[in-house]
Antibody
Framework: EVQLVESGGGLVQPGGSLKLSCAAS????????MHWVRQASGKGLEWVGR??????????AYAASVKGRFTISRDDSKNTAYLQMNSLKTEDTAVYYC??????????WGQGTLVTVSS | EIVLTQSPDFQSVTPKEKVTITCRAS??????LHWYQQKPDQSPKLLIK???QSISGVPSRFSGSGSGTDFTLTINSLEAEDAAAYYC?????????FGPGTKVDIK
């Protein structure tokens, strides 16, 4: 069974940093691209970025709103993807999901982890 | 960046009624358009892939159509459990994007 479990959310001050994790199981993690999507309270979904597999050179891509501040990485030995968030702004407050294209586009999602940026 | 717009923003519907949600892309995306359902406090769920392809386990009352820039999600004979937000998403080009969502409420 495919499972994605996010962790690492919490309260952080503006300008601070936070690192989220997405622990994966039930599929060949090393061969899969990993995506992050966020959702502010009462708002819609926003694609944050993705990291591809080793076979695709671990290529990353980001939304314009986070480019230069957020970094996605992965540790295939731990079946875990990461989202390093720096220079956080209040508008980064959201639930952050990891998701994959397993058989279909974004067919598996984690439960999400809440990040609150506030002083 | 490809911008997706959805209409309507909100729809209040009686059970068994037909619901139509449209998604328009700012440029042609072929059939790389997918639909998701999100109920309160839940993660999104894939309903339709590549504009019109059905997903195993999703009720047959959900269907999709369109290509290029104009797409439609149809819910035939709405059920109470279909109360949710619906989002379109394009995977044609980076950065991937989502539509702003359509909230469907049951009268």
């Amino acid at each position: 069974e495919v499972q994605l479990v996010e962790s690492g959310g919490g309260l952080v001050q503006p300008g601070g940093s936070l690192k989220l994790s997405c622990a994966a199981s039930g599929f060949t993690f090393s061969g899969s691209a990993m995506h992050w999507v966020r959702q502010a309270s009462g708002k819609g979904l926003e694609w944050v970025g993705r990291i591809r597999s080793k076979a695709n050179s671990y290529a990353t891509a980001y939304a314009a709103s986070v480019k230069g501040r957020f970094t996605i990485s992965r540790d295939d030995s731990k079946n875990t993807a990461y989202l390093q968030m720096n220079s956080l702004k209040t508008e980064d407050t959201a639930v952050y999901y990891c998701t994959i294209n397993w058989n279909d586009p974004f067919d598996y999602w984690g439960q999400g982890t809440l990040v609150t940026v506030s002083s | 960046e490809i911008v997706l717009t959805q209409s309507p923003d909100f729809q209040s519907v009686t059970p068994k009624e037909k619901v139509t949600i449209t998604c328009r892309a700012s440029q042609s995306i072929g059939s790389s358009l997918h639909w998701y359902q999100q109920k309160p406090d839940q993660s999104p769920k894939l309903l339709i892939k590549y504009a019109s392809q059905s997903i195993s386990g999703v009720p047959s009352r959900f269907s999709g159509s369109g290509s290029g820039t104009d797409f439609t999600l149809t819910i035939n004979s709405l059920e109470a459990e279909d109360a949710a937000a619906y989002y379109c998403h394009q995977s044609s080009s980076l950065p991937f994007t989502f539509g702003p969502g359509t909230k469907v409420d049951i009268k």
